[in-house]
């Protein structure tokens, strides 16, 4: 993220030469992202070494009876999750429409465009969009949370809620700074308009690490909600 | 430079898929999940061995073409291939290897 | 010049190290913890191994060092030397040099995967089993098939194979006896096991026994004794070991010294430590004598001076008065002695027969009644950390942040260690 | 990003030249004055740990000593272990990337010279946060591992574990920043016609850390995490009581532990790989096979490291596969070994101070790698690990290897980093005694450790056949004191008054060596253009490299990039005068630093149940962060 910092204080100097022709501040973000790589694998391994280690529930997929008899029942909400899945993709969908309506910038609107096009071309909606569909995500995941503390699982309940809370609320921390990022961009984008090689790689950049914290929820999806 | 690096740019905004080819994307990924989530809910499919492997297949494909088209690996520099595929292929034998290690998994 | 000082300096580190291998290779007496025994099928396989990596290791640190020395000396810059010849590789040699390397380690190789095949194997059958369990910071030791449990000594029968079922009660430790073969760690959550079998002519001898994994303050102090005896012998221990407490009406024992008195190596302010006092085995059960103990398996931990105690009284000490008092001192919270219904607690060591041990305190103390009083006034002065209550009156006790109120007088200790003298 | 700018870029001045009062340090953005910072920084650390040891070795001189207490000794172990590793070596080694990889590559800063002053002062303050605690006798006490459950609030009530667990995150963020800083500095920032191959070794051996370093931090951070949430949370991680696995908190720490140990050596593998061909008048022997072995052994490093494990009953499968995965990294760097060696071979070897410290990085750390291989062999293991033959093994690797070659290091580029050179005499002096005092002291622990000596234990009962070799490793360590001592005195005194050293003191073949001595803030006035990857001996010995490849100098990118052949650049003016834009000082990083590391402090507070203080102090600092970062972002670097 600070690697982004000095970079932006950059894009008025794109007089640099580099040995690539590319930008710092993108090699940066990959190697970024290839460390984050590790850290969700981390993670993720300690969810699936745990996995059934549980010496009291509630656990993901099966039911839990306590020694007062009380009933849990499977903590995992799958319709919810699914929704939220959808919700993410579909933001980094709109990311992606958002760097190329950046990149188009300039380039003049083909006559007789439909609202399909013309709706291409504008970088702050689909910036918003990303942002919303992003915070409707965490939304989600605030929903998911209490009803579980409600329904008797916390961070200290078991092995299980550690484990869990733990990797998908790192997962949430990484969407919440993604929609911060966001909307500085958008901010950015009123203010004094993105536009040029400079800004579309502002964009690209905040397009990678959006798009990953998207990849490793798809694998989260699976691996903590779906198999068992 | 300043021509050269913005050519770059532009030629790969070029070479990228269009909103149209994004959107068939995103459709793929809805039905995949769709399947997914389809799945979780028969439970003679649970039941098979065979269950597991293809739902991780099939986030795998998710993930994959996420990478290549949305983060645009897949025309991007080389560079960049090496960054990302690196870093993946230890951090997948790591989770592999710890699995086998703490018997969740077994030959 | 500088040659000149390397070529001083060469000799000079040999020598150190002739001296050394000397020193290590010279037999027990020197180096009676070594690990390169064949007392058990364990390590002689392990010291087979070993020998296999100490010859290629030789070998490898012999061609280095030559190559390089003869390199720096024939190639040093002189006047008149030749110019430096400006070559820039060799794929032949540095495939050589790759190669070789390979073909040493599989050489290492084979053997290893072989032996960690054959030492890894679940213990043949009838084996001995023995349930360790460690604590901060001693050793607790159960036969199932005896119904014995015992503290920091365990005896195993030559010829027949020991199987230690190894578990912790709380933090990591490590169940080393260097002599016997290689360490197993005993890891929360789990179970190990380590098996060996001792040699059948290895007679009736003593080992020293390590924890190896760091496990808090007393680590250190987290010792063992391993006694091999013979097979009727370990059947009499057994037998004794498995019966409850023996009434102790019997005379308080202050038996004689055993083996002279061992002056405190040592820079701290100590006060000498009293020598080894022989535990009465009793006509029923077989104790390893402690006249036979070796030198180093005989704690010479000094007792701080700063602990003081009427050594008077011990004279005095009523094993009846004693027991009460090991009850009214709040003794039994910790401590189950079979025999006597009031103690059952499992916290601390089982003092069941605790007067046929050798040490106390983890290993770590000569099991008499000087130390023995001490002891019991202030475990905590005598081995840091220790988990035992300071149970002296007018101590100071880390729990109580001040002095202990409600305790035992110095009279009241020398009864308590009258009755478990009398628990042979 | 201050790479190559056109000279015709209004120019900005900066303030170095003018000013060197304490303000310019604590703003400075120039990797070469951050690399010095770190390099005082951190030999203050090793001085630090190197303290802790002659106490450790002090209480072991003589069996049952009471020269300190149980628990301080503890702390006193697990200390030298963490400073030795994460405050001293690996920092040290981060000086030389800092001051050598813009120079050895040919540009004028590092790609993120804020974020690098962003790195080194989070170094500093968690250094100081992990430090401090041990003068008032609460210092970490877990082990330089901290193997659960006994860091676990159940086993551990007192704050010294938080202090490790909070200083370890720190530092974590400081080795992670920087080295994306460099990867970006390697991957884009190379002088036209340095490609890949014809980077200096060092430099090479430094890329490849940084790759160790972004994958190998992760998985300690994840872990220490874990043990976060535990100690301040009470979440479940590693409490046995929920049923945790201890062996989740060692698999975690190991898939660091073992890479990490690589990020130990090959940047001093790098170094003596500049030293020794400099001193041989050669090239270095199979270039190509150094890089890939280096490359080879930072990969493999990633399959070992359940061999730190041997013992905790994983099952023969496990043991053999770790236990091969093991062995096989022997042969890379077996390679180097040898390779080193060749070098010299047919060479004019001159017995510099440097050289003497390469030379005896290759004689040590062999004996340190063959212990290695020694462990490697699972059975044999049992008998050796926790004891102090592993003490031997890996002190030979870290003195004798790391240490050795830092050292090597250290003399090699004194004249650039401060155009003096340091007193050869009280240099020799340093080395004998350093070399006699190390294997005076770490050769006697392969008997200790294998007549039965476990290791971490504060005092050992007489006559266990452990006096001799104690004592001897005490008197050795005394040695080294006075080595350290005259080294440290020869370092302070040589500032000023070691004697003028040129551009290029030793005949180097790097572009580091064709600037002044010490560099100007620029760097280069201008850009070469690299066409070998011995661009100094091209120019001035060609017949040294008349054997390699090279490629004439290509119009198109000199008039793209305003590069020049390589020259010696003599004159000194400043970055003014000159025309090239510099970054602009800031102490924004140092802002930054500083609230995040408040921002860890708040946490402490939470162990005793000052819940209105912790948060206050958490969200507080946070907000500082974020609005130093705020500003940061937006203010222009140059
Ligand atoms: C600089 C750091 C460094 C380096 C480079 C190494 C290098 C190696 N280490 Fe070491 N190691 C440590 C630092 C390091 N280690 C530390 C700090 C610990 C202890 C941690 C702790 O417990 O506190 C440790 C512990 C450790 C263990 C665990 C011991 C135990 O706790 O039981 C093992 C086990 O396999 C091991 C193996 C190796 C091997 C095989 C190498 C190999 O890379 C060595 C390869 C080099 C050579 C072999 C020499 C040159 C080669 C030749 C001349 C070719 C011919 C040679 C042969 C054919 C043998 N190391
Ligand atoms: C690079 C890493 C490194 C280095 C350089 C060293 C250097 C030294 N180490 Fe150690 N050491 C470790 C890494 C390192 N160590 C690690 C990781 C452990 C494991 C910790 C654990 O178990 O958790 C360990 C453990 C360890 C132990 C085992 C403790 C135990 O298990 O109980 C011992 C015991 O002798 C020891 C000794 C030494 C000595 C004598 C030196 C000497 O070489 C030190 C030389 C330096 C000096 C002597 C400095 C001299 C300067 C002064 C004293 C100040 C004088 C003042 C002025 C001049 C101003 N170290
Ligand atoms: Cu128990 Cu160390
Ligand atoms: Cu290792």
């Known amino acids: ?228 | 430079m300043a021509h050269e690096s913005a050519h770059v740019d532009k030629h790969a905004a070029h070479a990228h898929p269009n909103g149209a080819t994004y959107l068939k994307i995103f459709v793929i990924l809805t039905l995949i999940t769709v399947v997914e989530v389809w799945a979780y809910y028969i439970p003679a499919l649970v039941a098979s061995p065979l269950f597991n492997p293809s739902l991780i297949i099939m986030s795998a494909v998710k993930f994959a073409i996420v990478v290549m088209f949305y983060m645009h690996l897949k025309y991007d520099h080389k560079i960049f291939k090496m960054l990302f595929s690196g870093p993946l292929v230890i951090a997948m034998a790591t989770i592999v290897a710890l699995l086998f290690l703490f018997r969740q998994l077994s030959f | 010049m500088s040659m000149l000082r390397l070529r001083k300096a060469a000799p000079a580190l040999l020598a150190a190290v002739a001296l050394l291998t000397l020193n290590a290779c010279s037999g027990m007496e020197s180096a009676p913890n070594s690990t390169f025994n064949h007392t058990t099928d364990l390590n002689t396989s392990i010291d087979g191994l070993w020998d296999l990596l100490l010859l290629w290791g030789t070998i490898v640190f012999v061609v280095v060092e030559v190559a390089l020395i003869f390199t720096i000396y024939r190639f040093r810059k002189r006047p008149g030397g030749a110019p430096a010849k400006q070559i820039h590789g060799n794929v032949a040699l540095e495939i050589t040099w790759t190669v070789i390397p390979a073909v040493i380690l599989v050489l290492i190789a084979v053997p290893t995967v072989k032996t960690i095949f054959q030492t890894q194997a679940p213990a043949p059958a009838g084996a001995l089993t023995i349930e360790v369990t460690g604590h901060q910071w001693w050793w607790e030791f159960h036969y199932p098939e005896y119904g014995v449990t015992t503290a920091n000594e365990v005896y195993i029968p030559v010829g027949r194979t020991a199987n230690f079922v190894l578990r912790t009660k709380d933090v990591l430790h490590s169940f080393w006896v260097p002599q016997m073969g290689g360490k197993r760690d005993l890891i929360t959550n789990r179970t190990n096991t380590l098996w060996f079998t001792p040699r059948v002519d290895l007679g009736t001898n003593a080992w020293n026994g390590f924890c190896t994994e760091y496990c808090g303050s007393s680590h250190a102090n987290m010792k063992f004794r391993l006694f091999t005896v013979q097979p009727d012998e370990f059947a009499s221990w057994a037998a004794h070991q498995a019966r409850p407490a023996l009434p102790h009406d019997t005379a308080t024992s202050t038996a004689a010294p055993a083996v002279p008195p061992v002056t405190v190596a040592s820079a701290s302010a100590t006060m000498p430590v009293p020598a080894m006092q022989a535990p009465e085995a009793s006509a029923a059960g077989y104790v390893f004598p402690a006249a036979n103990l070796p030198e180093h398996v005989i704690p010479q931990t000094p007792i701080p001076a700063s602990l003081k105690f009427d050594d008077a009284l011990l004279a005095q000490g009523d094993a009846k008065r004693g027991e009460t008092s090991f009850m009214m001192g709040g003794c039994i919270g910790c401590h189950a002695i079979s025999g006597n219904p009031m103690a059952m607690s499992n916290v601390g060591p089982n003092l069941t027969h605790f007067a046929s041990r050798h040490t106390l305190g983890g290993g770590l103390f000569r099991n008499d009644d000087t130390t023995l009083a001490r002891w019991i006034k202030n475990a905590r002065a005598m081995k840091p950390g220790a988990l035992m209550l300071v149970v002296g009156i007018g101590e100071y006790s880390p729990d109580l942040k001040g002095p202990v109120t409600a305790g035992l007088t110095d009279a009241q200790i020398a009864d308590v260690v009258a009755y478990l003298r009398s628990l042979k | 990003m201050a790479s190559i700018a056109h000279p015709t870029t209004a120019a900005h001045a900066s303030a170095e030249n003018e000013n060197t009062g304490i303000w310019s340090w604590i703003t400075t953005v120039d990797h070469k004055r951050i690399g010095t910072l770190y390099l005082w920084t951190a030999l203050f650390f090793f001085l630090v740990g190197g303290f802790e040891a002659t106490l450790i070795r002090t209480q072991l001189m003589k069996p049952n000593m009471g020269f300190v207490s149980a628990e301080t000794y503890n702390q006193l172990f697990t200390m030298h272990g963490t400073t030795m590793v994460f405050l001293a070596v690996m920092p040290l080694s981060a000086a030389f990337f800092n001051y050598l990889i813009p120079l050895q590559i040919g540009a004028r800063d590092v790609a993120f010279p804020r974020l690098n002053a962003f790195s080194y002062w989070v170094y500093l303050l968690g250094g100081i946060f992990i430090t401090l605690p041990i003068l008032f006798q609460v210092a970490p006490d877990g082990g330089w591992f901290g193997y659960a459950p006994l860091t676990t609030p159940r086993f551990s009530t007192g704050p010294n574990i938080d202090f490790w667990v909070l200083g370890l995150q720190i530092l974590g963020i400081s080795s992670l920043a920087a080295a994306f800083n460099f990867i970006t500095t390697i991957v884009n920032l190379r002088a036209p016609g340095m490609s890949l191959m014809r980077m200096p070794m060092f430099t090479w051996m430094s890329f490849v850390v940084q790759f160790l370093i972004i994958l190998a931090f992760p998985p300690i951070t994840v872990a220490l995490f874990f043990l976060l949430m535990d100690r301040f949370f009470g979440t479940n991680f590693y409490a046995i009581a929920a049923g945790a696995d201890p062996l989740l908190w060692q698999h975690l720490f190991w898939v660091f532990g073992h890479p990490e140990v690589y990020i130990l050596i090959l940047p001093a593998f790098g170094l003596v790989s500049e030293v020794l061909p400099t001193f041989s008048k050669k090239p270095l022997f199979g270039y190509n096979v150094m890089v890939y072995s280096g490359i080879m052994i930072g990969f493999l490093g990633f399959g070992v490291w359940a061999h730190h494990m041997f013992a905790v009953g994983m099952g023969a499968v496990a043991d053999s596969i770790f236990s091969l995965m093991t062995m096989l990294i022997a042969i890379p760097t077996g390679v180097k070994i040898f390779n080193w060696i060749a070098t010299m071979w047919s060479g004019e070897v001159r017995f510099t101070v440097p050289m003497k410290f390469a030379i005896a990085l290759i004689a040590m750390f062999t004996i340190g790698g063959i212990s290695g291989v020694m462990h490697s062999s699972p059975p044999a293991d049992l008998q050796q690990t926790d004891t102090y033959f592993v003490v031997a093994h890996f002190h030979y690797v870290l003195f004798g290897g790391s240490i050795m070659g830092i050292f090597a290091g250290i003399y090699f580029y004194y004249p650039k980093m401060t155009g003096r050179h340091l007193n050869e005499t009280q240099g020799n002096w340093h080395f004998w005694l350093n070399f006699i005092g190390m294997n005076l002291t770490f050769f006697p622990m392969h008997f200790s450790g294998l007549m039965g000596m476990s290791r971490r234990i504060y005092t050992y009962d007489a006559g266990q056949g452990f006096d001799l070799f104690n004592m001897m490793a005490t008197y050795g360590t005394y040695l080294l004191v006075v080595a350290t001592a005259i080294f440290v005195w020869n370092f302070v005194r040589s500032h000023k008054h070691g004697e003028i050293a040129g551009n290029d003191p030793w005949g180097g073949a790097t572009l580091e060596w064709s600037i002044p001595s010490p560099p100007p803030e620029y760097n280069f006035a201008q850009i070469p253009e690299v066409t070998s990857r011995y661009p100094l001996w091209d120019l001035k010995d060609p017949k040294m490299t008349a054997g390699i490849d090279h490629s004439h100098a290509d119009a198109k990118v000199i008039t793209d990039t305003h590069a020049v052949p390589v020259h010696e650049e003599t004159q000194r003016h400043t970055a003014k005068e000159l025309g090239i834009p510099m970054p602009l000082p800031t102490a924004k990083p140092l802002f930054v630093a500083f609230s995040m590391v408040v921002m860890f402090c708040g946490l402490l507070f939470l162990r005793i149940d000052m819940f209105a203080v912790a948060l206050t102090v958490m969200l507080g600092g946070a907000a500082a962060m974020i609005a130093g970062l705020y500003l940061w972002l937006t203010s222009p670097l140059e």
């Open chain 1, 1 to 228: 993220m600070s690697a982004h910092a000095d970079g932006a204080a950059h894009a008025e100097h794109h007089t640099h030469y580099t040995t690539t022709g590319l930008d710092n501040r993108k090699i940066a973000i990959w190697a970024f992202i290839g460390s984050e790589c590790m850290l969700f694998a981390s993670l993720i391994a300690t969810y699936l070494i745990y996995k059934g280690k549980s010496l009291v529930g509630p656990y993901p997929h099966t039911e839990y009876i306590d020694a007062a008899g009380k009933v849990f029942k499977p903590i995992l909400d799958i319709p919810v999750t699914s929704a939220s899945t959808f919700v993410l993709l579909a933001s980094s969908f709109a990311m992606v429409l958002a760097l190329q309506a950046v990149q188009l910038k300039g380039v003049p609107l083909p006559s007789g465009a439909g609202w399909w096009t013309r709706a291409q071309r504008s970088s702050q909606l689909w910036l918003a969009v990303t942002a919303a569909l992003g915070t409707t995500f965490l939304g989600f995941q605030a929903y998911e949370f209490t009803a579980f503390v409600n329904e008797g699982l916390t961070i200290k309940t078991n092995l299980f809620g550690s484990t869990f809370f733990t990797l998908t609320g790192f997962h949430g921390a990484h969407v919440t700074v993604g929609v911060l990022w966001l909307m500085s961009l958008l901010w950015v984008d009123r203010t004094r308009g993105l536009a040029g090689p400079g800004d579309e790689l502002l964009v690209d950049i905040t397009a990678l690490y959006w798009h990953f914290v998207d990849v490793v929820w798809i694998a989260i999806f699976t691996l903590v909600y779906l198999i068992q």
